[in-house]
T-cell receptor, first 108, second 118 residues
Framework: DAKTTQPPSMDCAEGRAANLPCNHSTISGNEYVYWYRQIHSQGPQYIIHGLKNNETNEMASLIITEDRKSSTLILPHATLRDTAVYYCIVSPGGKLIFGQGTELSVKP | ETGVTQTPRHLVMGMTNKKSLKCEQHLGHNAMYWYKQSAKKPLELMFVYSLEERVENNSVPSRFSPECPNSSHLFLHLHTLQPEDSALYLC?????????????????FGQGTRLTVV
């Protein structure tokens, strides 16, 4: 079973920051927080992952709380092409168990 | 382009047919995975291969038969499927599997094969 909890859906205005929350209160010390997204009927796309520290790349930022029980994925300037299902997954690596994710709709 | 290529992209087969799905990765990874995604459901992990050895089989019916001849190729052989097996089948690869204490990277996915069983 997936070990994360995410809101089923969120809306975001185009050009604004999208902040997607994830709870993972049972995360183990060796587990990373991974974020993937899936645009309709395509393969999931890797976004970012982290262990303890906040991470940033060209796609997004990942903020992990100090107790590691929750995290937030930030898309700084959402575009219509960011409309997708976003999955937060905790894993030691390699094998990924997907939950329902958050369906993000970016609106003009 | 993720470096993981799946063929065919679309497949329609009858319940008595035998077909195979192919996955090829050009990333130098040593672990490969098959996932199934039915309509409106999360991805389900089917099989895990590490260094060409099957290390996980998540209660998948025997009508699905995986094969990993080398670390770059993964097949899913299909026979006597049912209509409820219609789904998007996704392949992924990664460098290592954490529980084997190997250096690990994130997994990359192919675009999937949309399978329809009639």
């Amino acid at each position: 079973d997936a070990k994360t909890t995410q809101p089923p859906s969120m809306d975001c205005a185009e050009g604004r920051a999208a902040n997607l929350p994830c709870n993972h209160s049972t995360i183990s010390g060796n587990e990373y927080v991974y974020w993937y997204r899936q645009i309709h009927s395509q393969g999931p796309q890797y976004i970012i992952h982290g262990l303890k520290n906040n991470e940033t790349n060209e796609m997004a930022s990942l903020i992990i709380t100090e107790d590691r029980k929750s995290s937030t994925l930030i898309l700084p300037h959402a575009t219509l092409r960011d409309t997708a299902v976003y999955y937060c997954i905790v894993s030691p690596g390699g094998k990924l168990i997907f939950g329902q994710g958050t369906e993000l709709s970016v609106k003009p | 382009e993720t470096g993981v290529t799946q063929t065919p992209r679309h497949l329609v087969m009858g319940m008595t047919n035998k077909k195979s799905l192919k996955c090829e990765q050009h990333l130098g990874h040593n672990a490969m995975y098959w996932y199934k995604q039915s309509a409106k459901k999360p991805l389900e992990l089917m099989f895990v291969y590490s260094l060409e050895e099957r290390v996980e089989n998540n209660s998948v019916p025997s009508r699905f038969s995986p094969e990993c001849p080398n670390s770059s190729h993964l097949f899913l052989h299909l026979h006597t499927l049912q209509p409820e097996d219609s789904a998007l089948y996704l392949c992924a690869s990664s460098q290592g599997i954490k529980w084997r204490q190997e250096k690990n990277t994130e997994a990359f996915f192919g675009q999937g094969t949309r399978l329809t069983v009639v």
